[in-house]
């Protein structure tokens, strides 16, 4: 994969906006997550450990359960 600003760019959005599918298996979604996190690493272009934790835990929630997070609840 060749280094230029727009490549790591284009990679760090995917990367950033990474979401599970409902069509796709959690396997399929994994291999994705990792491919996208190798083809990071070849343009030497790093992301710390915890912040791929993060990402890849925020990629399995859906917007029903932030919704309902981020709802008051009475009593």
Do not use: W
Request: aromatic content about 6%; some cysteine.
């Amino acid at each position: 994969m060749t280094k230029s600003i727009e490549n790591c760019l284009h990679l760090k959005k995917r990367l950033y906006r990474f979401q599970l599918k409902k069509e796709i298996s959690i396997g399929e979604h994994m291999n994705n997550y990792t491919k996208i996190l190798a083809n990071l690493a070849n343009v030497e272009e790093g992301i710390k450990e915890e912040d791929k934790a993060l990402i890849l835990l925020n990629s399995l929630m859906d917007d029903e359960y932030e919704t309902s997070e981020s709802t008051p609840r009475e009593g």
